[in-house]
C-alpha cells in the first residue's frame, strides 16, 4: 500500500500466488529403468486491465475541430484501468512424466530419456490483453505438449 499508488487502497503484488504446490515422483520400475513425474500448480498472477478504451480530444486552440465532436486529428487514443492488480489470471498447472534408461559403460552412465512436458496440453496464460475492436479479453499461451528425447553421458 502506498498513498500514491491506487488512490491509497492496498493492493496485490504482481507475483502474489497464494498457492504454489508441486509434486514429484520418481519410480525405479527395474535395474536400468526409472520414471519421473511432476505435477506443478499456482494461483494466477495479479494484474491491471483496463476498462475502457475511447478517443479524448486533445486542446489545441486556433485548430479545427470545435463542433463538439471528436476530432480524430486532434484525439489522442486513450485506456482508462481501473484499480491496480485487481484482475487475476486463471491458475497455472502441469503435469510432466518422464523415462530414464540407463547403462553402466566402461567410462561412466549412459542415459536416454523420454519426456513429455504439459502431458495434457494445458493452455496455460502467459499474458491477456484487451481486443478494442471485439471488446474481448483474449488469452495467449505459450508451451502447449511438447515431447523431447535426450542422451547423457556422465563420466
Request: hydrophobic share 30%.
Amino acid at each position: 500500500q502506498f498513498a500514491d499508488l491506487n488512490l491509497g487502497k492496498k493492493y496485490y503484488a504482481k507475483y502474489d500466488r497464494r498457492h504454489d504446490i508441486s509434486i514429484v515422483g520418481i519410480y525405479k520400475l527395474s535395474e536400468n529403468t526409472t520414471m519421473s513425474g511432476v505435477w506443478v500448480y499456482g494461483t494466477g498472477s495479479a494484474m491491471t486491465l483496463p476498462q475502457a478504451d475511447y478517443y479524448a480530444n486533445t486542446h489545441n486552440p486556433g485548430t479545427a475541430g470545435t463542433s463538439g465532436f471528436i476530432d480524430y486529428y486532434n484525439s489522442n487514443f486513450v485506456s482508462d484501468y481501473g484499480g491496480k492488480n485487481e484482475f487475476r489470471m486463471e491458475p497455472y498447472h502441469r503435469f510432466d512424466i518422464a523415462f530414464q534408461w540407463h547403462k553402466v559403460k566402461r567410462r561412466g552412465v549412459r542415459t536416454w530419456e523420454l519426456s513429455v512436458y504439459n502431458v495434457y496440453n494445458r493452455k496455460n496464460p502467459f499474458f491477456y490483453y484487451l481486443n478494442s475492436y471485439e471488446g474481448k479479453l483474449k488469452k495467449v499461451s505459450l508451451f502447449p505438449i511438447i515431447p523431447s528425447i535426450s542422451y547423457t553421458f556422465k563420466f
